[in-house]
């Protein structure tokens, strides 16, 4: 089982990326998104059940990210948009074969796999 993140690069502020987890060997219930900005804890960024019925999005990024799947493709996407300078870090994939409810998404302890993160730079 792996998770592949990717789609990560450097972006001027206001631009968008998207980056894409891509769940090899099986398809799991629930993914999140978590980041890592240099000298700071990991954080979570937004998170969806595979089943769509529900996703949570950090304040942060409320209104300006998007997490969305393909499930032809087994694969999870995270829309950027309006991008700041304070969303540079390095974008982790994190996946678990429970069905997560709402409260628990943001929990990282929660989660059973992880992808390698794929780094963001926002230019200012």
């Known amino acids: 089982v792996q998770l592949q993140a990717s789609g990560g690069g450097l972006v001027q502020a206001g631009g968008s990326l998207r980056l894409s987890c891509a769940a090899s060997?099986?398809?799991?219930?629930?993914y999140g998104w978590f980041r890592q900005a240099p000298g700071k804890e990991r954080e979570f960024v937004a998170g969806?059940?595979?089943?769509?019925?529900?996703?949570r999005y950090a304040d942060s990024v409320k209104g300006r990210f998007t997490i969305s799947r393909d499930v032809a493709r087994n694969t999870v996407y995270l829309q950027m948009n309006s991008l700041k300078p304070e969303d540079t870090a390095v974008y982790y994939c994190?996946?678990?074969?429970?069905?997560?409810?709402?409260?628990?998404?943001?929990?990282?302890?929660?989660?059973?796999?992880w992808g390698r993160g794929t780094l963001v730079t926002v230019s200012s």
């Open positions: 994190a996946a678990d074969s429970r069905s997560l409810i709402w409260s628990t998404m943001a929990q990282q302890n929660v989660y059973d796999y």
């Open positions: 969806v059940r595979w089943s769509g019925s529900t996703t």
């Open positions: 060997g099986r398809t799991f219930s629930t």
